[in-house]
Nanobody
Framework: QVRMVASGGGSVQAGGSLTLSCDTS????????VGWYRQVPGKERELIVD???????HYADSVAGRFAIAIYADRNLLLLQMNDMRPEDTGVYYC??????????WGPGTQVTVSS
């Protein structure tokens, strides 16, 4: 399985922007779908952006219009551009395949903190 590790988190004020990176251990060309997940304190990890080989992309309502995924298959790299950030965007962000399975492994994630 391709291992995907998110990085680039940090602290930002509300209304600010941040870009996360996702490095993969192998080619993502053969992966049907990839996505960004988020776990906020006290809640389960949720899928916020998913993108597929047919170029279909979906955004959760909570991030639509503010977040954008970019995929550079030739570099096995994913980016998540986050704009107009809100305190409720605070959490740990992960990148991984879509859909996940019981055997899917997770990287450590990257912490994002948005202050009001």
């Amino acid at each position: 399985q391709v291992r995907m590790v998110a990085s680039g988190g940090g602290s930002v004020q509300a209304g600010g922007s941040l870009t996360l990176s996702c490095d993969t251990s192998g080619s993502i060309n053969g992966i049907p779908g990839v996505g960004w997940y988020r776990q906020v304190p006290g809640k389960e990890r949720e899928l916020i952006v998913d993108a597929y080989r047919n170029r279909t992309t979906h955004y959760a309502d909570s991030v639509a219009g503010r977040f954008a995924i970019a995929i550079y298959a030739d570099r096995n790299l994913l980016l998540l551009q986050m704009n107009d950030m809100r305190p409720e965007d605070t959490g740990v962000y992960y990148c991984n395949v879509v859909p996940i399975s019981p055997r899917t492994s997770w990287g450590p994630g990257t912490q994002v903190t948005v202050s009001s």
